[in-house]
């Protein structure tokens, strides 16, 4: 799958971003998924006004150190992963 740096990735219907003692967590039907850092920084900006590449622009600024290839490939490669989990869609 590619994604359209210009779409704009939101939480799926019936998925949202919830808390179990003080954790953060992506819940979905059926499961959740706890969420911190990287994970967390993501999912919070897959709201459908954030395109990805904006998504990557600010997550390379706020994780500086790291080569900005890599943020970026490690940003598509989640997103993918939880649209394979039906967590999450992108609109235009």
């Given at each position: ?16 971003l919830g808390e ?36 990557v622009a600010e997550l ?33």
């Amino acid at each position: 799958m590619t994604i359209d740096p210009n779409c704009k990735p939101q939480l799926a219907p019936g998925v949202r971003l919830g808390e179990n003692r003080g954790q953060k967590v992506l819940l979905m039907p059926e499961r959740a998924l706890r969420l911190n850092g990287p994970s967390l920084e993501i999912v919070s900006r897959c709201d459908g006004t954030h395109t990805v590449a904006q998504l990557v622009a600010e997550l390379q600024k706020l994780y500086s150190k790291a080569e900005p290839s890599k943020v970026e490939s490690d940003i598509l490669g989640y997103l993918e992963r939880l649209h394979i989990q039906r967590a999450l869609n992108f609109s235009s």
